[in-house]
């Protein structure tokens, strides 16, 4: 992947990076696996309850703090020590887990959506600290490749927590599965605070920007500025769309697997869990492909085989062919997002690398919002293997799209 004058090249990096990246992935790990393995055993009490709508309400009250907080979550990445950040975050996210335990046990919606509010501020905070922390360990030329093995172990996590979720609500260890998850969640927050104090200080290159109390509306006016770097600002909007795909397939696989397959909760867990899986393969071979001036050509065949992959849903009869679909569409997605979110940690210069990840974050996350409305309006009026062909066809035109403007477009 290559840059120009508008970045700074990263020099800083070296071997020692390699060691810092250790707890640095671990309580990534942690927090990754803690997140995804709540939400899932959420979202699927929410299914198999007849309350699928929940899915969606959830979704908007996640990503809810990433639009009213990223501005100040940019300023802190580059204002305050990145360790002190993270510290600060992983104790947050013991709080939320105790609240969505005593939500989960207790049957309360209201103190699940807590737990996701709180859960998601902590993340909006964690994101920009740690991706702002990647180009200071490891130089320019190998972000994609560090990216690509993080976004693997990540994946891993994420996978692990949907897969486990699954098994945990079916479990009756501690006579419901509720209390298992409860257990489960809290004990992984308290390993995660752990781990964050192994994470070695760096020095912060303190940004002079004052702290933007117009919240949202300063991230607004970031995210504007940006389209001066028209690449830059290509890409994050190619960011949004692929985020935005990602939650809406995780929000259709689930009513798929439980009502139209008629699965277990640990099952249509495993399906999610298949799609990460190829999601990790396809980060890895982003690193293979995404190479040279216009290493974003690699998005075209990505989209497009996500797309189709999509639109062979409604025509699967068996099991293990939903197995295959799903791993090709996480394949077509990790080899869709991964050069995008590289590009984004290296081309910002440095003090304004949180601040732009934060602003990228935004405009992410406000997909992935409505992402939650389309699903619900998708449920409503559409069997989910229809709702699957419906998106596939038109992602695929986004593609075409894309590819039209990529080529009349020279993007530097």
Request: some cysteine.
């Amino acid at each position: 992947m290559e840059n120009d004058s508008n970045s700074t090249k990263i020099t800083t990096g070296n071997s020692s990076g390699v060691k810092t990246l250790a707890p640095v992935s671990i309580v990534y790990f942690l927090g990754a696996f803690n997140d995804n393995f709540y939400k899932q055993a959420a979202m699927l009490i929410a299914v198999s309850s007849g309350l699928t709508q929940n899915q969606g309400y959830a979704v908007t009250i996640f990503t809810l703090p990433f639009l009213v907080f990223a501005a100040p979550a940019g300023w802190l990445a580059d204002r305050i020590q990145k360790r002190k950040v993270v510290i600060i975050s992983k104790w947050a996210e013991l709080f939320a887990m105790l609240c969505g335990a005593a939500g989960l046990i207790s049957g309360s919606w209201p103190l699940i959506f807590t737990m996701l509010a709180i859960m998601a501020t902590q993340t909006t905070v964690f994101s920009p600290a740690v991706n702002g922390y990647l180009p200071d360990l490891f130089p320019e030329e190998k972000i994609i490749r560090v990216n690509g093995i993080l976004r693997m172990i990540i994946t891993a996590a994420i996978l692990s927590g949907i897969a486990a979720a699954g098994p945990a609500l079916d479990s009756r260890i501690f006579g419901r599965g509720e209390y298992a998850v409860g257990f489960i969640a809290v004990m992984l927050s308290l390993a995660g605070i752990f781990f964050s104090y192994l994470i070695p200080g760096r020095t912060t290159v303190q940004t002079s920007k004052p702290f933007p109390w117009k919240g949202p509306f300063e991230t607004l006016k970031i995210l504007f500025s940006l389209r001066k770097d028209n690449l830059l600002f290509f890409v994050i909007v190619c960011d949004v769309f692929i985020w935005f795909s990602g939650s809406l397939q995780i929000l259709l696989l689930n009513p798929l697997g439980l009502n139209e397959f008629s699965l277990t909760k640990t099952a249509t867990s495993l399906i999610i869990a298949t799609e990460l899986i190829g999601l990790a393969f396809g980060g890895i071979a982003s690193s293979i492909f995404a190479k040279g001036p216009r290493w974003y050509r690699v998005i075209i065949p990505a989209g497009f085989l996500l797309s189709f992959s999509m639109i062979t849903i409604p025509f699967i009869k068996s099991v293990p062919m939903l197995h295959a679909a799903a791993v090709t569409m996480g394949f077509g997605t990790g080899l869709f997002m991964i050069p995008l979110e590289s590009f984004i940690q290296i081309r910002p210069k440095q003090g304004s690398k949180g601040t732009v990840w934060a602003s990228a974050n935004f405009a992410i996350f406000g997909g992935i919002m409505l992402s939650g409305f389309l699903a619900n309006l998708m449920d409503t009026h559409f069997l989910p293997s229809q709702s699957f062909l419906y998106w596939g066809i038109f992602s695929a035109i986004i593609t075409s799209t894309i590819s039209i403007f990529i080529m009349r477009n020279k993007l530097r």
